[in-house]
């Protein structure tokens, strides 16, 4: 079973920066790729922005040009660095893990439990 935690969220003004990290802890997986989603009220999740195990970045269109997404093999842990943030950025944001776990070599693909992110205008 893999863990995925995340962090970060909170609420700040329009134009602020926020930092969101996802651990992922459990049994041994390689990672095929990681990504960042959100969820508005009333609105459907959204892909962010997600990276590759070949590196390969995609970012939403809404968010190229002031979201960051890089991730620490060492640790395990994925980040998003937002920045100019904008009162549509709120929402709950949710890691998201396509991972191949080494016993049996079965892929799963996971989810944390979701930050907040609050912009105020």
């Known amino acids: 079973q893999v863990h995925l935690v995340e962090s970060g969220g909170g609420l700040v003004q329009a134009g602020g920066s926020l930092r969101l990290s996802c651990a992922a802890s459990?049994?041994?997986?390689?990672?095929?790729?990681m990504g960042w989603y959100r969820q508005a009220p009333g609105k459907q999740r959204e892909l962010v922005a997600s990276i590759t195990s070949g590196d390969r970045i995609t970012y939403a269109d809404s968010v190229k040009g002031r979201f960051t997404i890089s991730r620490d093999n060492a640790k395990n842990t994925l980040y998003l660095q937002m920045n100019s943030l904008k009162p549509e950025d709120t929402a709950v944001y949710y890691c998201?893990?396509?991972?191949?776990?080494?016993?049996?070599?079965?892929?799963?693909?996971?989810w944390g439990q979701g930050t907040q992110v609050t912009v105020s205008s």
């Open positions: 998201n893990a396509d991972l191949t776990v080494v016993v049996g070599m079965h892929r799963y693909n996971y």
């Open positions: 459990g049994t041994l997986f390689i990672v095929n790729g």
